[in-house]
């Protein structure tokens, strides 16, 4: 069986926009490319098998606002557990 494990999670989303610099550009201009994901809304991610870890930044699959499936940058999500911890910490201070 050549299928990949993937890690499925419910993980929310902390980020919708990047800057991804143009293949076509001689001065390899910055363009904002915003997905269709809403902050702070819970997600099924599903962890995608890194290709190129040193170069590439990890992506997942998930599902957007629009019923799509899309790659989206791993760092887009933080796993509940991590948020819940981190907002609680941030309560206590």
């Not at 201009?29 to 902050?39: A, C, M, P, W």
């Not at 599903?46 to 606002?65: G, H, N, R, S, T």
């Amino acid at each position: 069986d050549l299928r990949m494990s993937y890690n499925k999670m419910k993980a929310i989303c902390v980020k919708n926009k990047m800057y991804r610099s143009s293949k076509l550009s001689l001065y390899s201009e910055q363009k904002l490319k915003k997905f269709n994901l809403t902050i702070g809304k819970v997600y099924d991610i599903q962890e995608q098998q890194e290709f190129a870890p040193k170069i590439l930044p990890q992506k997942c699959i998930v599902i957007d606002d629009f019923g799509k499936n899309i790659h989206a940058p791993f760092d887009f999500f933080k796993p509940i557990e991590q948020y819940r911890d981190e907002q609680i910490k941030e309560i206590l201070k």
